[in-house]
């Protein structure tokens, strides 16, 4: 079972920062959002998909979440619930935390020069697609 710490949706775009009791949906079948698995202390920012079953009998929807198909941070979690998503001024999506630490999770391919913003957002396939988009001023 895991934790959830989810209050409201959001596009998470430069300066909107994601932090662990928000999240980023599109739809609600699949949400980006901080996470602890059980009862560990240890976080990640990753991508959980829900599974929506009814149950005929009683007229009710029971949402189960079945599965976290990406982890972002999965090889360095965060040790509490301070971690924070944003898009740095270069474009890249960065996970950072109260003790300063930094991950890093697009460097490759920033998406973003400095006339662009950028944003970050969850598709109804599941996939994270980070835009950048050039502002004209007229």
Request: charge should be positive; charged fraction near 15%; glycine fraction near 4%.
């Amino acid at each position: 079972m895991c934790q959830h710490r989810s209050l409201f949706s959001i596009l998470l775009q430069q300066p909107k920062h994601l932090r662990e009791w928000s999240r980023l949906s599109n739809e609600p079948d699949c949400q980006l959002q901080f996470f602890s698995p059980g009862d560990s202390n240890r976080h990640y920012l990753g991508i959980q998909c829900m599974n929506i079953s009814l149950d005929l009998c009683h007229s009710s929807s029971i949402v189960e979440y079945i599965k976290v198909v990406w982890a972002a941070n999965h090889d360095k979690p965060l040790r509490d619930t301070f971690g924070v998503l944003y898009i740095n001024q270069v474009g890249n999506l960065v996970i950072t935390h109260k003790d300063e630490i930094s991950i890093i999770l697009n460097s490759q391919r920033p998406a973003m020069s400095s006339t662009n913003t950028s944003t970050a957002t969850l598709l109804n396939s599941g996939n994270l697609v980070v835009r950048a988009y050039c502002v004209t001023k007229f």
